[in-house]
């Protein structure tokens, strides 16, 4: 085990345990530091030998603190990423100190993973961000507290130290229910849905194949509480019958379940043009629109999605923090297509 007193690099905090205090170290230093540092790093930070109280090594996180003990805690300086930065260009909304707000186009993966252990975003913000990145649990690498997925654009946040991290976490799995949290996203969907503002509240969990998902009864045992509340906000070639060939719809999330929205559209019945996976059995529908937009749609190869808004609350200072981006180039030629139809002659 290497001593972190040692590091050359290493930052000292010396604090004594007050008359009023009691319990675990690791919960004591965990409040004293005012969240710069979760509970689960600072456990970790004892285990690996990097506490002294009075003078003396502790490992152990359950250790109860005495009033007058002098605790000293070396905290490492953050060690390099697994990951390696890479120079890919990154649209940047908003940076500081704590956090950065960016646009992720479609085509990036979010994380290193399976099959993508280089040219994430993950990669990018390395190289992005550099030194300013202090470190989540210990590693100079940013916070990654919500996703999108692969094919899909659109405003995201990232953390850049672990205190952010910590609190832009809380929110998002609070799903903004207690605070500012928002999301919302723009789809461009087969049909209409009949009615066009509605709520869809339908638990999600695995589907067939391991990388789906599907909608499932509640007493499934993997079933997850998902729901998506939407507006249809455009209708496309729209008839007397009040039905459509396509609509534009905003989608606002009260949960972040993995292709919530691809999935509860396909479920009542009007999946995201171009979706792949849960839009499939639609394709055929694009023989039904005119020429120049049956060209456009059968040339659009990644689900119609894209996160347009997104509003929290500041780690640092509680401002509420909005940003929004409009659709991408392809996305926005979609729209524009689809927008030409009710001028266009029919088929």
Not at 12 to 33: H, N, S, Y
Not at 48 to 57: D, S, T, Y
Not at 243 to 272: D, F, K, N, Y
Request: charged residues 25%; contains cysteine.
């Amino acid at each position: 085990m290497t001593n972190p007193f040692k590091e050359a690099d290493a930052t000292r905090k010396v604090l004594t345990v007050p008359e009023d205090a009691e319990g675990r170290i690791d919960a004591w230093l965990a409040a004293t530091l005012a969240g710069d540092f979760s509970r689960s790093r600072i456990k970790a930070l004892i285990e690996e030998g990097a506490a002294l109280v009075n003078g003396k090594v502790t490992t152990e996180p359950k250790r109860k603190i005495q009033p007058g003990d002098v605790v000293e805690l070396a905290l490492p300086a953050p060690r390099d990423p697994e990951p390696k930065g890479e120079d890919i260009p990154l649209e940047v909304l908003y940076e500081d100190d704590d956090l950065i707000v960016l646009v992720k186009p479609a085509g990036l993966v979010v994380h290193p993973g399976a099959g993508n252990w280089t040219g994430t975003l993950v990669n990018a913000l390395i190289a992005h961000c550099g030194t300013s990145l202090s470190g989540i649990g210990g590693v100079r690498r940013p916070g990654i507290v919500h996703r999108l997925d692969k094919e899909t654009s659109g405003v995201m946040v990232a953390a850049k130290n672990d205190a952010a991290h910590r609190h832009l976490s809380d929110q998002f799995a609070d799903h903004g229910r207690s605070g500012p949290l928002e999301r919302a996203y723009q789809a461009v969907v087969w049909g209409r849905p009949r009615q066009l503002k509605g709520t869809i509240d339908a638990p999600l969990g695995r589907g067939n194949d391991r990388t789906k998902r599907a909608v499932k009864r509640e007493d499934a045992d993997d079933a997850r509480e998902a729901i998506t509340h939407y507006t249809v906000v455009e209708r496309y070639m729209e008839t007397e019958a009040a039905t459509s060939l396509a609509s534009l719809v905003e989608c606002h999330l009260e949960t972040g379940r993995t292709h919530q929205i691809r999935v509860h559209m396909a479920h009542i019945g009007h999946p995201l043009i171009g979706d792949p996976e849960y839009g499939a059995a639609f394709r055929t529908k694009a023989n039904l629109l005119p020429e120049k937009a049956r060209a456009v749609v059968n040339g659009f190869h990644r689900q119609a999605l894209h996160a347009f808004m997104l509003q929290f609350e500041h780690p640092t200072s509680g401002e509420t923090m909005h940003f929004e981006a409009p659709p991408p180039a392809d996305m926005e030629q979609l729209i524009n297509a689809l927008r030409g139809m009710d001028e266009a002659d029919t088929p």
